[in-house]
């Protein structure tokens, strides 16, 4: 004959005992039930928001476009999305950084805190990496001695070129052999500065009317949050008029590529 075999194991939680005969399994609760949807919906909730928080920490961010400094390349009113992986996203939770696709570039557009209020975001052209000499003569940028060629840089009125206090700090930075008690700066007319180490030098477009690193300096690298990709939405703000972000949309700018 041949032997028996033995039932195969079951875990414990997985075969419940079958119920008495003639006794009816008792049926779940409405509020049971509720909470159970209520569980599960949390739940999804709550990985849902984890879900963008991750893409917005390390992916993607949109930014709104407050101010004319990048105007010709950027208008007041567009909305952008921003790639935050380019430079090397920040990690949450930990003090690191994402390996980088590539290291900024002169021409590149770039988002980044504000040295002096890292609460706010600026938005500028990266004009000057570390260790280089800038200077700008006229309006016209020179970067090592050589003249730059910015197609993208507008200047409405070169005459008028005010001398502000906010420049002074360059003295600091000046290139070997001058004297920084004859520096007279101004918005024009400046440099030739030395870019330190793990900095950069940022400009607006817009030159005659950009708060930019000619006023308040340069940008430690530490800083750089990413380089702006797309516009993804845009419309003329007129506070005159109600719903104008509904009705007066730039439809020809939705989708445009940053450059």
Known sequence: MTAPQPDPLVP??????APEAGVPAAPRTRRGRLITLGWEGSRTLALALFGFLLIRATLFELFKIP???????????????????LYGAEVPLISGR???????????VVVFQWPQDV?????????????????????????????LRER????????????????LWQRDYLAPGLDARRYHPSRNNWGPLVVPARH???????????LDSRYWGFVPDSLVRG?????????????????????RVRWQRLGELIR
């Open 12 to 17: 414990p939680s997985a075969e419940a005992p």
């Open 152 to 167: 993208y840089a507008t200047h409405r009125d070169l005459q008028f070129d005010p001398a502000d206090e906010d420049f």
């Open 227 to 247: 380089s702006p990709i797309m516009v993804y939405y845009s419309y003329s703000p007129d506070s005159a008029e109600s719903f104008d972000w509904l009705r």
């Open 119 to 147: 609460t706010k975001n600026f938005v500028k052209r990266l004009v000057g990496l570390p260790l280089d000499t800038l200077e700008m003569r006229r309006g016209v940028l020179l970067r090592n001695g050589i003249a």
């Open 67 to 85: 101010s004319a400094s990048m105007e010709g390349t950027l208008l007041v009113g567009d909305f952008l999305v921003v790639n935050k992986l």
């Open 98 to 108: 994402l390996p980088a696709v590539r290291d900024p570039a002169i021409g590149d």
């Open 200 to 210: 950069f030098f940022m400009l607006g477009d817009n030159r005659d009317n950009s």
